[in-house]
């Protein structure tokens, strides 16, 4: 399986362990952020993993280069400008299966979230066939900024009503948080900081509740979201979501209220990662 590991951020947060070394370098418990990512993914079976790089790029590519873990294969995409998340994901597509889904994971975040049944469920809500409390079928309709004008001749076997995304979330404080039907399909945003609301499809049912969860930064994608794709430019992925949803395709919730979760965009909140994790468990990963 292929994964990808979004790393080129400018990690101001994290200043002045940034100054001198990127972001995906700053030790955890030791060792670097994307160690730990790496060592995660491998363990569930990803070998092939792709890491976008662009502050201090190269002592990125130093690092996959000298990296020995076995099973794994390391290939960094270099970012002459910070392409955003969605930006990001683009640019590597030509690293991707084009019948494979895959999983994409930021360098800054640290969970003991279950990949394996991430991508389990993506697999099956992607072939219409999910019946977990996480998935659901359908969606809405309308236009979008972020996709190619030809984007339903991607692939004449995909519908509409299969999942091009599966998105991990979990009930936990944040500023952000995307909306979900009943039917734990994705069809808004909303900030709650600015109070700012995105609706991108009706709810169904009509009468339905909407339910806020905020994204853990993992995420599982099929090929044909890439298709989906403008050519260049920096773009979020979240917005990307949001404009497929508004075009009648269904962005999933994975829920995994079970797993840990932790922010390490700080100093103060890597320490508090380290706490919240323990020795034990950065031990048994590696």
Same mark, same amino acid.
């Given at each position: 399986?292929?994964?990808?590991?979004?790393?080129?951020?400018?990690?101001?947060?994290?200043?002045?362990? =940034?100054?001198?070394?990127?972001?995906?370098?700053?030790?955890?418990?030791?060792?670097?952020?994307? &160690?730990?990512?790496?060592?995660?993914?491998?363990?569930?079976?990803? =070998?092939?993993?792709?890491?976008?790089?662009?502050?201090?790029?190269?002592?990125?590519?130093?690092?996959?280069?000298?990296?020995?873990?076995?099973?794994?294969?390391?290939?960094?995409?270099?970012?002459?400008?910070?392409?955003? !998340?969605?930006?990001?994901?683009?640019?590597?597509?030509?690293?991707?299966?084009?019948?494979?889904?895959?999983?994409?994971?930021?360098?800054?975040?640290?969970?003991?979230?279950?990949?394996?049944?991430?991508?389990?469920?993506?697999?099956?809500?992607?072939?219409?066939?999910?019946?977990?409390?996480?998935?659901?079928?359908? !969606?809405?309709?309308?236009?979008?900024?972020?996709?190619?004008?030809?984007?339903? =001749?991607?692939?004449?076997?995909?519908?509409?009503?299969?999942?091009?995304?599966?998105?991990?979330?979990?009930?936990?404080?944040?500023?952000?948080?995307?909306?979900?039907?009943?039917?734990?399909?994705?069809?808004?945003?909303?900030?709650?900081?600015?109070?700012?609301?995105?609706?991108?499809?009706?709810?169904?049912?009509?009468?339905?509740?909407?339910?806020?969860?905020?994204?853990?930064?993992? &995420?599982?994608?099929?090929?044909?979201?890439?298709?989906?794709?403008?050519?260049?430019?920096?773009?979020?992925?979240?917005?990307?979501?949001?404009?497929?949803?508004?075009?009648?395709?269904?962005?999933?919730?994975?829920?995994?209220?079970?797993?840990?979760?932790?922010?390490?965009?700080? #100093?103060?909140?890597?320490? #508090?990662?380290?706490?919240?994790?323990? =020795?034990?468990?950065?031990?048994?990963?590696?």
């Amino acid at each position: 399986m292929k994964a990808m590991i979004l790393a080129a951020g400018l990690g101001t947060r994290l200043r002045p362990l =940034t100054d001198d070394r990127p972001k995906a370098l700053v030790k955890v418990a030791g060792k670097p952020m994307l &160690y730990w990512v790496i060592a995660r993914l491998a363990r569930h079976g990803f =070998t092939d993993i792709i890491i976008n790089a662009h502050h201090f790029a190269e002592q990125i590519k130093a690092y996959s280069a000298a990296y020995d873990g076995p099973g794994v294969s390391l290939t960094v995409s270099v970012e002459e400008e910070i392409l955003d !998340t969605g930006g990001g994901v683009r640019k590597a597509a030509g690293f991707f299966n084009r019948e494979e889904p895959f999983l994409v994971h930021n360098v800054d975040v640290l969970t003991d979230l279950d990949l394996s049944e991430l991508m389990k469920a993506h697999r099956a809500s992607e072939t219409g066939s999910a019946s977990s409390v996480h998935l659901a079928p359908e !969606t809405g309709s309308a236009s979008s900024a972020h996709l190619a004008s030809d984007a339903h =001749t991607a692939s004449d076997a995909h519908r509409a009503s299969d999942a091009l995304v599966t998105v991990a979330v979990k009930e936990r404080k944040s500023s952000r948080h995307l909306l979900f039907d009943e039917e734990y399909v994705l069809c808004g945003w909303r900030s709650n900081v600015t109070g700012e609301t995105r609706m991108v499809r009706p709810v169904r049912p009509s009468h339905g509740e909407v339910t806020p969860l905020p994204f853990m930064g993992v &995420y599982a994608m099929s090929p044909h979201a890439l298709a989906r794709m403008k050519e260049a430019g920096p773009f979020s992925i979240i917005d990307y979501f949001l404009d497929l949803a508004s075009t009648g395709e269904s962005i999933r919730a994975f829920r995994a209220e079970e797993a840990r979760w932790a922010d390490l965009g700080s #100093a103060e909140r890597i320490a #508090a990662a380290e706490r919240q994790f323990g =020795t034990d468990w950065f031990a048994a990963i590696g």
